[in-house]
């Protein structure tokens, strides 16, 4: 018989942990958007880490996507491993960006 190898795509490894919380008014509206992803944590020596990411940063985009939700954080890092992508982000009320890189995970 045949074997069948599936290739494992490789998926952009951030090395944050997030929970999805809705923007204060002024926010969304400059945003375009209602919600965000807040970073509960960061692992040392990750991308996230390297883009100089804090707790309590809340990511809005990643590229194109916007971050709604961590299935949307998932989905923007499938096929980013190694590309640099600019990240739009909410820390202590100023919109900021930051350029990461996603890697393979540890």
């Not at 494992?8 to 400059?30: E, H, S």
């Not at 100089?52 to 916007?66: E, I, P, Q």
């Not at 923007?76 to 919109?95: D, F, N, V, Y």
């Amino acid at each position: 018989g045949k074997v069948v190898v599936d290739a494992i795509k490789a998926i952009g490894y951030l090395g944050v942990g997030t929970q999805a919380v809705r923007l204060p008014d002024a926010a969304r509206a400059t945003a375009g958007q209602s919600s965000g992803l807040l970073v509960s944590s960061v692992q040392p020596d990750s991308a996230a880490a390297n883009a100089g990411l804090l707790l309590g940063d809340v990511l809005l985009s990643l590229g194109a996507a916007r971050l709604n939700g961590a299935a949307a954080l998932q989905a923007a890092l499938e096929s980013a491993e190694g590309q640099t992508l600019s990240l739009q982000l909410l820390r202590a009320g100023q919109e900021l960006s930051a350029d990461v890189t996603p890697g393979a995970r540890p």
